[in-house]
């Protein structure tokens, strides 16, 4: 068997670093949703269902709006400075693709689809901040 170079040995690790690194590289910060104004949000769907609200924490509540379990595993798709998407398997109930684009630290635009409790949906919805959580 061939003895293999130090170059060669060095080329190998480093194609291997960015294959083990991908991953990582895959599930990013989403840095994003931390500068998000924490507090009470009010998701107005555009489909005309009734408005929602919910207390942001920590900006990632935006992600599972039709999955609240926890527990879900998470792909990070796109980790911008104003946008994100996520895509998310919810194992036995379905699994979602959300895109949040940020406008502001208090309003936000929000497209998701996927499949939740056998059905199903997509919805596109404008949350905005709204003052305490209640």
């Known amino acids: ?11 190998l690790a480093a194609v291997t670093a960015t ?10 910060s989403l840095a994003m949703l931390g500068t998000l104004d924490r507090g009470g949000w ?6 005309g269902s009734a408005p929602r609200n ?20 998470r792909f ?6 104003n946008q994100i998407t996520v895509q998310y398997t919810c194992r ?3 699994y979602g693709r ?12 929000i497209d998701s689809q996927g499949i939740a409790d056998g059905r ?7 949350a905005r901040r709204t003052g305490a959580c209640r």
């Not at 068997?1 to 080329?11: D, G, L, T, W, Y």
């Not at 294959?19 to 990013?28: D, K, M, S, T």
Request: glycine share 10%.
């Open 76 to 81: 990070v798709v796109e980790d911008g400075k």
């Open 98 to 109: 959300t895109n949040i684009r940020k406008e502001g630290a208090g309003l936000v635009q």
């Open 92 to 94: 036995g109930n379905g």
């Open 42 to 47: 009010e998701v107005r769907y555009r489909d």
């Open 120 to 126: 199903p949906f997509q919805f596109s919805a404008e």
């Open 1 to 11: 068997m061939k003895a293999i170079s130090n170059r060669k040995m060095a080329a």
């Open 54 to 73: 919910i207390c942001v924490r920590s900006g990632q509540e935006f992600i599972q709006l039709r999955h609240s379990e926890s527990g879900c595993n």
């Open 19 to 28: 294959v083990l690194a991908g991953p990582a590289l895959a599930q990013a």
